[in-house]
T-cell receptor, first 120, second 112 residues
Framework: GAVVSQHPSWVICKSGTSVKIECRSL??????MFWYRQFPKQSLMLMAT?????????EQGVEKDKFLINHASLTLSTLTVTSAHPEDSSFYIC????????????????FGNGTRLTVT | GESVGLHLPTLSVQEGDNSIINCAYS??????FIWYKQESGKGPQFIID?????DKRQGQRVTVLLNKTVKHLSLQIAATQPGDSAVYFC???????????FGKGNQVVVIP
């Protein structure tokens, strides 16, 4: 089945530093990847859509200069949290979709195992 | 029984009993729906999906029902096992933008 790998699984950083999270599709190519954020006991909130070879599309209220997304290849997207602050502490999860028959979007997203970011 | 936690509604179910988890979706333009299971500290895991031209789909021990009239989705788990303890999310795909929006989630606790 489709596997999405995310690294690191957890990271602790000091306030003001930047953190990069990698998301890889291991056995399929993904022209589009999605980045979600999840706070404890809450649902997943879509942050942005990462598009291979072009700019990411950000959801309303998500600062594009703070959450830098780079989708440099068909199997890798990165999310960089710049100048992290304690309120950025969260669980960040990436996902990708294997396109269905006739490149249909009616196919499930496959998720990585998330990255727990703690900013001290 | 079912109770509302701080953020997540919680369903407690005896091992071996059937579980029913409900979800109301918001957009009548949604054409594809998925149920995910999320264990603590992990990413969501695909369980079952259903397209809007269907009203029922069965998998192994799981059944998804879709009622488009009232925009309601449910997940039934047969013979619930301790390994089924997790948070379950429904997600809807809105066809015009192909983004997946998640519902609030339901915590299922299986009592041995």
């Amino acid at each position: 089945g489709a596997v999405v790998s995310q690294h690191p699984s957890w990271v602790i950083c000091k306030s003001g530093t930047s953190v990069k999270i990698e998301c890889r599709s291991l056995d399929f190519q993904a022209t589009t990847m999605f980045w979600y954020r999840q706070f404890p006991k809450q649902s997943l909130m879509l942050m942005a859509t990462s598009n291979e070879g072009s700019k990411a599309t950000y959801e309303q209220g998500v600062e594009k200069d703070k959450f830098l997304i780079n989708h440099a290849s068909l199997t890798l997207s990165t999310l960089t949290v710049t100048s992290a602050h304690p309120e950025d502490s969260s669980f960040y999860i990436c996902s990708a979709r294997v396109l269905g028959v006739n490149r249909s979007y009616n196919s499930p997203l496959h998720f990585g195992n998330g990255t727990r970011l703690t900013v001290t | 029984g079912e109770s509302v936690g701080l953020h997540l509604p919680t369903l407690s179910v005896q091992e071996g009993d059937n579980s029913i988890i409900n979800c109301a979706y918001s957009n009548s333009a949604s054409d594809y729906f998925i149920w995910y299971k999320q264990e603590s500290g992990k990413g969501p895991q695909f369980i079952i999906d259903i397209r809007s031209n269907m009203d029922k789909r069965q998998g192994q021990r799981v059944t998804v029902l879709l009622n488009k009239t009232v925009k309601h989705l449910s997940l039934q788990i047969a013979a619930t096992q301790p390994g089924d303890s997790a948070v379950y999310f429904c997600a809807e795909n809105i066809s015009r933008n192909n983004r997946l929006a998640f519902g609030k989630g339901n915590q299922v606790v299986v009592i041995p």
